[in-house]
């Protein structure tokens, strides 16, 4: 039997985590979301099964968090054997580039900020608030994932000047070092921390709504296919989550995987 923490499990890429992971009864799968009624309807609606408890805690709130987390070691005496960091915020800011955003420098950095208190800050709450879990109870897995990108890495970002998603990749190249920094203190223990790119994914996560919005969103991906001409477009959510539980399941601590950011493709480029 093993236990999972997934947070933004309300839809998208978490939601899919969820459904994989709950298909074997001997699982005990944990999501944290905002909104505690709505998606306890939907996962009932839509997956229905009783290995799935919905807890609310915003990843921003350390004691919402230290709630959830005393909810779970209840259920799992104490321990926990993997925790994954999948809640995001991408706001549609992630359309245009800096020479856009610098018509407003407040707006510019509150939208930096709170990049940086979701993707970056909140997994550093969520890792600190679940480690003691991680690290109670022998022969567990102890691993600790956080779902990145590969538009936190400089060179997807050089190689075709994608000027778009500023703040989302800043956030996102901090929660990388933030990992590594993890690991540096719980490798020796046992623990693997890793940041996993999940690919492109088919979630509407920027709900695209105008037509600007649209052309916008175009012009980015135009970007993603000069950064690598073979990129088809996005992933079924389905597909991706498989292979990413299927990188989860093959690192180990001593296996090179401690501390690294990577595709679940473990290859480049990430498109
Ligand atoms: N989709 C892609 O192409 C892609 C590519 C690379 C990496 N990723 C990464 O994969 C992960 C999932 O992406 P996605 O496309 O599935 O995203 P999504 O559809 O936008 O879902 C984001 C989830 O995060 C939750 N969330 C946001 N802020 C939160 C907070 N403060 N506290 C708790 N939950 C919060 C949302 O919950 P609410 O319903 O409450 O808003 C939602 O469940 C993210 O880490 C993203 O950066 C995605």
Redesign the pocket.
């Known amino acids: 039997m093993s236990s999972y923490v997934i947070?933004?499990?309300?839809?998208?890429?978490?939601f899919e985590f969820v459904r994989q992971l709950s298909e074997n009864p001997a699982n005990t799968v944990f999501g944290?979301?905002?909104?505690k009624a709505a998606v306890e309807s939907k996962v009932a609606a839509e997956i229905g099964r009783g290995n799935i408890h919905i807890v609310e805690?915003?990843?921003?709130d350390p004691e919402a968090l230290q709630k959830a987390a005393e909810y779970v070691a209840e259920k799992t005496n104490g321990g926990l054997d993997y925790l994954i960091a999948?809640?995001?915020?991408?706001a549609k800011t992630a359309l245009v580039g800096f020479d856009t955003l610098s018509k407003d420098p407040q707006a510019l950095e509150e939208d930096l900020i709170a990049h940086y208190r979701?993707?970056s800050i909140?997994a550093v709450h969520l890792f600190n608030t679940f480690m003691p879990l991680i690290l109670k109870g022998q022969g567990r897995a102890k691993k600790v994932i956080a779902?990145?990108?590969?538009?936190s890495d400089p060179e997807m970002t050089l190689k075709a000047d994608v000027f778009q998603a500023t703040a989302?990749s800043m956030s996102?190249a901090a929660l990388n070092m933030a990992v590594a920094k993890f690991s540096a203190v719980y490798r020796r223990q046992g623990v693997l921390v890793m940041a996993i790119?999940?690919?492109?994914?088919?979630?509407?996560?920027l709900q695209i709504e105008s037509e600007e919005e649209g052309k916008l969103a175009v012009a980015m991906f135009a970007k993603f296919r000069e950064y690598s001409p073979t990129f088809q477009g996005?992933a079924k959510?389905e597909d991706s989550v498989k292979s990413v539980l299927g990188l989860v399941d093959k690192a180990t601590v001593d296996g090179g995987y401690a501390g690294v950011f990577i595709s679940h493709t473990e290859g480049k480029p990430y498109l």
């Open positions: 947070t933004g499990v309300s839809r998208g890429i978490g944290l979301v905002r909104d805690a915003n990843t921003t999948n809640a995001a915020l991408q979701v993707n909140g779902i990145s990108t590969g538009a989302y996102k790119c999940p690919g492109a994914v088919d979630t509407g996560s996005p959510p």
